[in-house]
């Protein structure tokens, strides 16, 4: 990452443009595209390689991503018949919903609870 001063040596303080690595030309950063992807991949689940029994039904989910949001899961994921078998029974169970608002804050940092 440069500063992008237009051609004529001056910049702007904090104004920064994105440099590829093969040509000299400068590009724009993209706009949260993390928080999109995140979002696709909770709207989606693809490659979903974790699925929480809760109230009965599948909730397929990412390790990485409840992991990450979650100590106590993170420890649970890390326990080998989880991590053989991919699938967790949980033995004190909320509802599918309120299971699904967590889910949606490990992707998204928020809910709309």
């Not at 991949?41 to 979903?48: I, Q, V, W």
């Not at 991590?83 to 992707?107: D, E, I, N, S």
């Amino acid at each position: 990452m440069d500063r992008d001063d237009g051609g004529n040596g001056s910049s702007s303080p904090g104004t920064f443009r994105w440099q590829t690595q093969y040509t000299n030309r400068f590009l724009d950063p993209p706009n949260n595209t993390t928080l999109q992807d995140f979002q696709k991949l909770f709207a989606e689940m693809p490659g979903a390689d974790v699925r929480f029994f809760v109230g009965g039904s599948p909730m397929p989910c990412h390790k990485a991503m409840v992991a990450a949001g979650s100590p106590i899961f993170s420890m649970m994921l890390m326990d080998m018949k989880q991590k053989v078998k991919g699938l967790v029974q949980l033995q004190l169970t909320p509802t599918p919903q309120a299971f699904r608002h967590m889910l949606q804050y490990f992707y998204y940092g928020s809910t709309d609870m």
